[in-house]
């Protein structure tokens, strides 16, 4: 291929072609100019379901532990964990009936439900002992980056047991300690 270029504005013609189409490609091609960010998606530290859980495992251990501590005493002290501030969604309270599985915990989160900006699906799991039963909320929200205001509304989600509660504590996530419970 040659190019004539004997008129000034030859090559600037074919370097904007060029540009056109080389941008054309990039589009098509799934290209962008974002440096991409290997780190991009991933949940903060403490956020992902599994480490949720290990955390959950690990204030049922503090919980137990505090149990064994206590002899049959009737007051029970739960040792607080080792962080600052862990993440996640604490629960406030809980609802359930002692010889069923079928539990209801309140929490603060969004306004509304995740098909709406600044809104959020959650649904809730548990990881159960002998002694108690610590909740684990987690959130769906409706898009990652959203500004949203601050403003907290009450929230609920329902799960079932592995077992009937019985005299079970439920605990949240968050700090291991125990919440008010409604019998039904």
């Not at 002692?98 to 603060?108: E, I, M, Q, S, Y």
């Amino acid at each position: 291929m040659s190019f004539d270029m004997s008129c000034g504005g030859g090559a600037m013609v074919v370097r904007r072609r060029w540009l056109f189409w080389a941008a054309a490609a990039a589009v098509l091609g799934g290209c962008s100019s974002e440096v991409n960010n290997p780190h991009e998606g991933v949940l903060p530290k403490g956020e992902s379901l599994g480490e949720m859980r290990q955390q959950a495992g690990e204030a049922l251990t503090r919980y137990d532990q505090a149990v064994s501590n206590a002899r049959g005493s009737a007051t029970v002290t739960v040792t607080p964990p080792p962080w600052n501030s862990p993440p996640g969604i604490s629960i406030e309270s809980a609802t359930g009936a002692r010889a069923g599985t079928r539990l209801t915990v309140t929490f603060t989160g969004t306004r509304g439900p995740a098909t709406r900006p600044c809104g959020a699906d959650y649904h809730a799991e548990a990881v159960e002992s002998v002694n108690g039963v610590v909740v684990i909320v987690i959130a769906q929200p409706h898009a990652t980056n959203e500004v949203c205001t601050l403003a907290g509304y009450t929230r609920t989600a329902t799960l079932n047991l592995a077992q009937p509660l019985r005299q079970r504590v439920v605990l949240e996530a968050r700090q291991g300690q125990p919440v008010p419970l409604a019998t039904e």
